[in-house]
């Protein structure tokens, strides 16, 4: 009987093959580390073999990647992250890069290609035939991060004119990969798309039934240059596996499938979150990856952003000198009411740019937004102004007077900090500006200018202090 | 010819049926209504139902409903979020409902049934027979997040002496839904999996290849309790269409189909951006559908720990008051120190907690991150000081000592920042917390008290005040 593993064991074990391999490979007991390998899955090499390269070094990552099977070694190269491809075309010969290349799935080798420096690439496809040598330049010209750059043009087309044995026959011939071989694409005499079929109903139905009487005409499809964000939206939607993308003529040009989209929605809702804390980070490389110097300035610009206007903020306290110095105490709450406006405006923000994000939220909604936040910051206002009042008065010490400045503070600046929260993204999705960009740093800048200034306000006529 | 429409003026024509069909609505056409309705699928009908309810009311809503075929509406239905259902559910009669939950898919069913009062459950369950009932209530006993609530009982079983014409006439009987039929599963005696094949390996294959020869027996697989953002893993990571889950004796219990995993991909990204953001929503309700008081139940726990670490930072200040009062111009750098603390540090424990989450950084990893950010925090920290150090000596035309004093306090607050930034979400994970909790509001607030006290005691020792 097969026993099942919890997944951490599996993971433990996993861990612990891992580095046995190193140190059989280590040991340059290579035939030994190719047999321990090979008991893994594809992707699962994938990964071994990045901690080989890491731990190893590049040497004895090319021996081992050698002597895997050369349909094994092509899919496992597929799995890679692109700078260990790189690596790898690095260390072996041209004429192994172009067999490696020309085996991958025709995504995978855009992937690839995109990412090699030019005159590697022009040496790969001088060898290329022709006609592919046209399709592979077509689709290294789609912008990264259009439909036309998820796509594959391997899918399975049916004339028109077929019935399900015929098409069925069809299938069997071509082949194809999983994931592209359950939905099929019907067309007619010119090359445009004229319906889809899956594979499920060309088996459930009658072998005589033509495959017009089946095919859905109704079908969504995308265009080339659209968004990988709408396309992404499109799979969520309504659950497909594939999904056809065509050009302006209607043309069918390729596919995409669900594989690829899982990459996208994980890589939009990190870059979501990276801008969302302050980090302008555009390429694809991961964090341990990448450099200091990129790191540096992935984050330096809203830093120095800040900056300017933390010392703006920073200025408008100096115009209040004098409050400050007659009632030195007030300090003392300027982080409690400087570090809540901002709080507030983040948590408000993130609901809301996380909710554009994902289709819930849209332009039409602002004045529900804008209501639903007014009513949550007069509670949470409420709330945290009777709570200051109260430690002020009784555990502080202070005066009725210094406590009702705190308290009027604190309702106007959470208040503030809700609208300005809610209504920033809202504001720079209208004018074409991705919200995500109106977070934390953003927020946080304009609330410190604005509570620092509504507090010293509120002080001076509560106080009596002229300014 | 077809002519491809652009997505945004997709978009758009399908906001103008809606209103359209809203207006027919109002006006009681609904014989029209329903005529424009069906021209849409069954996920947009669901989208404009939604809308015909928030606009119109629940009346009009379930008279269209009641309206469309009953295979139809099963689908929309299906499609509906769970407040829209549970609205229909309380408008129809029982006999209805009934129908309604049992025609449903039975992963759609029990999702349905996990958020029904008890007592409605109770009803339905009655009518339902004695076998069914027992795997719903299995089901519904399944902890929220665990794989056992994502997973669906209906998936092919092939019996393992079968040969692929067998399997295919097997599958072309039973049918089955669009996801769940490319990957068919095999049993052998006992009810325990011995492989796995996909649909394209039988169509492929020779008809009398028995399936034992084409069946995939190094699958992976998925235990019932693993937790879902474990799943969402395996699917990222090997582009899987399904998954097997298994019970403790390796017996096949269910399936999970990948068009429900890219739920919980963006689930778990939202749930990881607000909790990073201090807000705590442990429901899967959206933004614009939750209550004020929920929002506010959400967002207060944060706030007032907040209000207490800031209380503190207020009452460290006090203790320097005779620093501040002697040089009140320090009090216009504070906002300046505190807020790129605090934004160092969000930056930094955004990315690793990203990293985290996606799976690229582990704790193993735990000193790369940290000297990382430690040469990150240098090359930062000194750029912004010497741009402060320079401003102020220049623009504000304070002292050199001032000047030091913030340049000095600002490296070591950046640094102080990243370390704490990397470092407090990887030491949470190692004590089994939800790293993105350790995000803005927390960081804010440890590193808002010792940046102030840092930059205290610094002006202290520079400026030779004697505390």
Redesign the interface.
């Known amino acids: ?4 593993m ?2 951490d064991e599996r993971i433990q074990q996993f861990e612990e093959d891992t580095e046995h391999i190193i140190e059989l490979l280590d040991n340059r007991s290579y035939f030994k580390a190719k047999e321990e390998l090979l008991k893994y ?1 594809e ?1 699962d090499i994938g990964e071994i073999l990045e901690e080989v390269l890491e731990q190893l070094g590049i040497e004895k990552t090319i021996i081992i990647f050698r002597m895997l099977p050369k349909d094994v070694s092509v899919e496992v190269f597929s799995y890679l992250p692109s700078d260990d491809q790189l690596a790898i075309i690095d260390g072996i010969t041209d004429r192994e890069t172009s067999y490696l290349i020309n085996e991958l799935d025709f995504d995978d080798m855009i992937d690839v290609l995109e990412e090699l420096p030019a005159n590697i690439v022009d040496k790969i496809l001088e060898k290329t035939p022709k006609e592919e040598r046209k399709l592979i330049n077509t689709f290294l010209n789609y912008p990264e991060t259009s439909a036309g750059s998820l796509m594959t043009p391997d899918y399975i087309a049916l004339k028109s004119g077929m019935n399900c044995r015929e098409a ?1 026959a069809h ?2 011939k071509v ?2 990969d ?2 592209t ?2 939905t099929c694409y019907v067309k007619g005499s ?1 090359r ?2 004229e319906g889809i079929v ?3 109903a060309l ?2 139905s009658d072998e005589e039934t033509p495959i017009t009487e089946i095919m859905n005409d ?1 079908y ?4 080339v240059y ?2 990988q964000e ?1 396309v992404a939206e499109m ?7 594939a999904i056809p993308v ?5 043309k069918l040009v390729g596919i995409i499938t ?2 690829d ?3 996208v ?2 890589e939009e ?2 870059e ?3 801008r ?4 302008m980070d555009d390429s694809d490389t ?3 990856d990448m450099g ?2 990129r ?2 300035r992935n ?2 610009p ?3 952003f ?2 300017v206007t ?2 703006i ?3 408008i ?2 115009k209040f ?1 004098l409050v ?2 007659q009632v ?2 007030l ?6 009411l ?3 406006g ?3 405006g ?2 408000a ?7 554009m994000s ?1 289709g ?2 849209d332009m039409k ?1 602002v004045l ?2 804008l209501w ?1 936040e007014f ?2 910051s007069i ?2 206002g409420v ?2 102004s009777l ?2 009042f109260a ?1 002020i008065l009784i555990i502080d010490g202070e005066s009725i007077l210094i406590a009702l400045t705190v308290a009027i503070s604190m309702i106007t600046i959470v208040a503030f900090g809700k609208l300005l929260g809610s209504m920033l993204p809202m504001g720079a999705k209208r004018i074409g500006i991705d919200p995500a960009l109106m ?3 953003m927020i ?2 304009i609330s ?1 200018m604005v509570s ?1 200034t509504l507090y010293m306000l509120i002080a001076a006529v509560v106080l009596g202090i002229t300014l």
């Open positions: 009987m097969i026993e099942s919890e997944m899955n992707v069925l299938i069997k082949g194809m999983t994931e071989i359950y010119t445009e798309l899956s594979l499920r088996i459930i109704e969504v499809y995308v265009n659209d968004d709408e799979f969520k939607k309504y659950g497909f596996l065509v050009d302006k003529e209607h669900v594989d989209i899982m990459d929605i994980e809702a990190t979501d979150i990276e969302m804390a302050g980090v991961e964090y341990l200091v110097f790191h540096v984050r330096l809203w830093l120095l800040m900056t933390l010392m903020t920073g200025f306290l100096t000198e400050l110095s030195i105490v300090v003392s709450y300027l982080p409690l400087m570090g809540t901002g709080n507030v983040t948590q923000a993130s609901l809301v740019i996380r909710g994902i819930e939220i909604d529900r937004v639903k009513r949550i509670v949470l709330t945290l709570f200051n430690k977070a934390t740093p946080q800048s410190d620092s």
